[in-house]
T-cell receptor, first 115, second 113 residues
């Protein structure tokens, strides 16, 4: 079974630009979550999508948004990039559904550098 | 407000000995706990988990213990191997219905040959 796939692996953007990151979950997984990892803050939850609906959102500004498609693939978008947005962005998937205790499986992330 | 805490930033052990990684949490609504291992430039890899209705779960060399009254969990690795050297994250899920995980800040384990 293929794991969680994130594209691209690396991105360099300039302040003020916007960026879109892509995530393909493990086949059969309906829940997709996004996390930001920085050296100072560790792994911070951005949002979670389940069956195309945002089910939870972390404490990030509105410049961070996401969506999920009918095939469970997900994208996240960051607009008006700031230097502080430089981070490793991780996508994770799981089966989802309240009857499961199923671990999240992570992709290898997209390393975003804002200059 | 840090709901999941890994108070020790690093641990160094000898190959073949036991590694004990600790984690404390404050939110009594957490119902599912996980440990992840992470190498640089890679995503976290799931190791082992435990539901709040259990106090122990074992998988090969890895055992997780949960003490709900103390809001404490620990990961035991026996025997430790040099390939176990990585950063370990403790995570917890709120029983609110989503899959959101709250992570500790991680602990670097070094296993010396």
């Amino acid at each position: 079974k293929a794991g969680v796939t994130q594209t691209p692996r690396y991105l360099i953007k300039t302040r003020g630009q916007q960026v879109t990151l892509s995530c393909s979950p493990i086949s059969g997984h309906r829940s997709v979550s996004w996390y930001q990892q920085t050296p100072g803050q560790g792994l911070q939850f951005l949002f979670e999508y389940f069956s195309e609906t945002q089910r939870n959102k972390g404490n990030f500004p509105g410049r961070f948004s996401g969506r999920q498609f009918s095939n469970s693939r997900s994208e996240m978008n960051v607009s008006t990039l700031e230097l502080g947005d430089s981070a490793l962005y991780l996508c994770a998937s799981t089966r989802g559904g309240s009857s499961y205790n199923s671990p999240l499986h992570f992709g290898n992330g997209t390393r975003l550098t804002v200059t | 407000d840090q709901q999941v805490k890994q108070n020790s930033p690093s641990l160094s052990v000898q190959e073949g000995r036991i590694s004990i990684l600790n984690c404390d949490y404050t939110n009594s609504m957490f119902d599912y706990f996980l440990w992840y291992k992470k190498y640089p430039a890679e995503g976290p890899t799931f190791l082992i988990s435990i539901s709040s209705i259990k106090d122990k779960n074992e998988d090969g060399r890895f055992t997780v213990f949960l003490n709900k009254s103390a809001k404490h969990l620990s990961l035991h690795i026996v025997p430790s191997q040099p390939g176990d050297s990585a950063v370990y994250f403790c995570a917890a899920r709120d029983q609110g219905g989503s899959e959101k995980l709250v992570f500790g800040k991680g602990m670097k384990l070094t296993v010396n040959p």
